[in-house]
């Protein structure tokens, strides 16, 4: 298994750029997961999925938007790319409710200028 | 708002040695605590979890420790190694979700 997978692993955006950071698993996960990762910081949740189909905000949602049409992928879109959203973002899964043993991907590096 | 955090940003252990990583929680209706440890350049990786209803758990040469009373969580790491050179995090549930410390800086010296 390859576990979860993330693309690109650095990018580069002008204020204003959109983007989409890609994120799969193929572990059979119903739980997906994204977080950004400040320097020097703990992780903070932006979105998560319970399912195909269902997503719900996590603790710092605007800006970036999330769509989970298959069990395996959970894209992660930001809209006019803003400064305060330079960070390292992970996507992680598991397997479900109870099952607190999350697999992280290993990171996209965003720096918007 | 309720949090997670740790006491310590760096810790400086020789190899060989145990290392202890300490971290305070304030979410009294948390029922699961993690510990993750965090490579550099990579994502998170877990490491042991405990529930609230236990107070220890032992894992491969680490053991988690939760005081309820006080609301405090520790890692221990019996006989430091280089590998375990490393950011480690804890992090709570309390619905079904998790929310992460700051990190706490672990180096091990040769």
């Known amino acids: 298994n390859a576990g979860v997978t993330q693309t690109p692993k650095f990018r580069i955006l002008k204020i204003g750029q959109s983007m989409t950071l890609q994120c799969a698993q193929d572990?059979?996960?119903?739980?997906m997961y994204w977080y950004r990762q400040d320097p020097g910081m703990g992780l903070k949740l932006i979105y998560y999925?319970?399912?195909?189909?269902?997503?719900d905000k996590g603790e710092v949602p605007n800006g970036y938007n999330v769509s989970r049409s298959t069990t395996e992928d959970f894209p992660l879109r930001l809209e006019l790319a803003a400064p305060s959203q330079t960070s390292v973002y992970f996507c992680?899964?598991?397997?479900?409710?109870?099952?607190?043993?999350?697999?992280f991907g290993p990171g996209t590096r965003l720096t918007v200028t | 708002g309720e949090s997670v955090g740790l006491h310590l940003p760096t810790l400086s252990v020789q190899e060989g040695d145990n290392s202890i990583i300490n971290c305070a929680y304030s979410?009294?209706?948390?029922?699961?605590f993690i510990w993750y440890k965090q490579e550099s350049g990579k994502g998170p990786q877990f490491i042991i979890d405990?529930?609230?209803?236990?107070d220890k758990r032992q894992g491969q040469r680490v053991t988690v420790l939760l005081n309820k009373t006080v609301k405090h969580l520790s890692l221990q790491i019996a006989a430091t190694q280089p590998g375990d050179s490393a950011v480690y995090f804890c992090?709570?549930?309390?619905?079904?979700?998790?929310?992460f410390g700051k990190g706490n800086q672990v180096v091990v010296i040769p």
């Open positions: 992680a899964s598991s397997y479900g409710t109870g099952s607190y043993e999350q697999y």
């Open positions: 572990m059979n996960h119903n739980y």
């Open positions: 999925s319970v399912g195909a189909g269902i997503t």
């Open positions: 979410n009294s209706a948390s029922d699961y």
């Open positions: 405990i529930r609230s209803n236990m």
């Open positions: 992090a709570e549930s309390p619905f079904n979700r998790l929310a």
